[in-house]
């Protein structure tokens, strides 16, 4: 389903923007046409020329909608709803046994739900599993199998036989995009745990999905590399245009990596909240406006804790 949103984007000049506060509309009247000829900006005249107008599409690919899921006679899910959007860095961030990976694993078409619909690409999971691929919390590499044999098992288990030297070509760039092109010979037992993370990531990558579905891939990294493997994540994910989908308990990975933060609650699970960081990136945690975030999410998220749901 793709929605315009409305917006009216100038590629060179930041006409709606703070800096000069001046409104695109204003450009219409007399005023505004001096006001931009003063500020040194186009007429409107030459500006359609020099700048065509794009519209900002919105394209949702994941829709989680009242779904119920049940399971051992608990109920998981209270009419779960939610979207995710074409492109997105999407952070599922709520607590201990909400239902994070049970989502996941209800997206891929492994689990069925009570009620609701969820709908991949406008496809049901079930038939949509071409459209997605995992990182899990372990890298789950076959330990006979070197670093690009283990990234060529994801796409000959996805694709079936093909061309072998185009897939090893891939699957080389893959593990360059993710920093191991000195690394691709070596077998899973002497990878550090960062770098058989970005084999699994380089492997989700090799079946060109349209979104990854990642469930905490960094807890079990030591801190720094932890820290590593968020920066770099940000980067194949602006390298590349995936849509991820992203599960963390962890309030500063959350902040650091989203475009926005769905919040859940304890079960019966619903959204608590949907947050938007439009913050620039790369993110430093250290910055004011991302401590903001992160003590407005601690309170939220102690606001869920003390909640008397289970
Ligand atoms: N097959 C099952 N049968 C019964 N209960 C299940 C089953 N699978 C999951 N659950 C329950 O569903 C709930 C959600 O589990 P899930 O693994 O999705 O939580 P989570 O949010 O990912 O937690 P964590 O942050 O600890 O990984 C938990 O209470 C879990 O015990
Ligand atoms: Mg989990």
Redesign the pocket.
Known sequence: MAEARGIWRWREFPFTSGANNLRLDRLNDKTGYARALKTGLPSPRTRHKKTPMTIETKEVVINFQDVV?E??G?K?YDRLSFEVNKGEFVCLL??????????L?VMGGL?PITSGTVQIMGLDPSIAWSKIAYVFQSPRLVSWRNAMENVLLGIELRLGPGNKSAREQKALDLLALVGLSKEVKKYPSILSGGERQRVAIARALAVDPEIIFM??PFSALDPTTRERMRVEIEQIWQKTGKTIVF?T?DIDEAVQLADRIIL?TK?PTIVKENIPLPDARPRSLGLPALALHRNRLLQMFNSIESDSK?
């Open positions: 899921v399971l051992g608990q998981i709520g607590p201990s046994g909400c239902g994070k990976s049970t989502s694993r689990l469930d905490e599960v308990h859940l079960k289970t």
